[in-house]
């Protein structure tokens, strides 16, 4: 929420004292903050209290001042890049079924292009009320953001449904505002990280993958509305809790956890640096230290990724490609061989790849143009590759569609 501009709505309710926690959070996380009020609503919270809060100006009448040539609630309409409004009244919610525009706010939410959230908030009769529930649902049809109010002890002393949810619950839930819902409904599964093929108890062969890469893909893959999958390396990295994520060790329970996910999946990530050899034989002791020289027998682990490509009924497969040297001829070569329908290369090296924040990529597909992002954090490339893989899945549906039509 960093930087985005956003507009709280308060309305006449008891739930208005929660507003201003609301806010304090909002700008905590970084957000702008700019309050508008009803008049009902200032019978429960000060303007004064909000203004406070927000550190600006708190908007109360429809043509109180004007920015600059354009009229109050226009201008508050452009400016926002989201509206919560919380607590929501049933009148409100009723006004916004219907598009009365009687007042700043209800004015303001029919003007702006802006996603509208509503925290509603009331008595459990008026909630359950079959008049209440039928806007609750208009209001979904349109695309409104409805924070589901929860169970508990009401102003009036009676115990229901009609709680408005506590300011923590809206903050974690006013993000998915902002996310393009590109993958809704979509299983996504990455890979991320290196894998440890032991040698013995206390030594492992592995790489210098970090996991930061298949991390940040699995934050942008979320914030695009899909179901993550995050089968994940050692690391010491977190995630989101609404991934799964899956803990492995090995290359073996790499390639068994994404057999056992991607029948569901719809898009299969491979970020991890899957170890491609590993010890024939695993020692059950310590290995000492008796001669100058040992030798380490190595296999060849299961290839994810052809293993994926063969199965019949095949997800829409992404690869990477890190290389020290002979990048694009190695990478097309991947794409080629392993039957992939995207391959992201990626230099290995100073300041680039394992271990750094930071990473350059080109995007290769198939009978398409090559995409090269420059240099930027990989949190930032992971919302390229995404939005990249949204449009050549697409694509890629465009054209089955056209030749089973044809």
Known sequence: MKNKNIIVGITGGIAAYKSAELVRSLRSAGARVRVIMTKNAEKFITPLTMQTLSGETVYTEMFKQCFQNDLEHI????????????P??????????????????????????????????????????????????ALKKRNFFIFEPTSGIQACGEIGFGRMLEPQQILESIP??????????????????????????????SNYSSGKMGYALAEAALDAGANVVLISGPT??????????????????????????????????????????????????????????????????????????????????????????????NAKEKLIKKKLDMVIANEVGEGLGFDSDDNTATILRKNSKTIKFPKMPKKELAQYIIKNIHSSVAAKNKKRKNLLSS
């Not at 290196?194 to 206390?202: C, K, Q, Y």
Request: some cysteine.
């Open 236 to 329: 010491t990295l977190s995630c989101s809790e609404k991934i799964k994520r899956i803990n492995i060790q090995t290359a073996a329970e790499m390639y068994k956890a994404v057999m056992q996910e991607i029948s569901t999946s719809n898009i299969f990530i491979s970020a991890a640096a899957v170890a491609d050899y590993c010890p024939t034989n695993t020692k059950l002791h310590k290995i000492k230290k008796d001669s100058e020289k040992i030798s380490i027998e190595l296999q060849r682990t299961s290839d994810i990724l052809a293993a994926v490509s063969s199965l019949g009924k095949k997800p829409f497969i992404v690869g990477f490609a890190a290389e020290t040297k002979n990048l694009l001829r």
């Open 75 to 86: 201008a508050l309409a452009r400016w926002a890049d989201s509206i919560v409004i919380a």
């Open 176 to 205: 998915k505002m902002f996310a393009s819902q590109m993958f809704y409904g979509k299983k996504v599964v990455i890979t991320a990280g290196s894998t440890r093929e032991n040698i013995d108890p206390v030594r492992y062969i």
């Open 88 to 137: 929501a009244t049933a009148n409100f919610i009723a006004k916004l079924t219907y598009g009365l525009a009687d007042d700043l706010l209800s004015t303001v939410c029919l003007a702006t292009k802006a996603p509208i959230a509503i925290a509603p908030a009331m008595n459990k009769e008026m909630w359950q009320a079959s008049i209440t529930q039928k806007n609750i649902a």
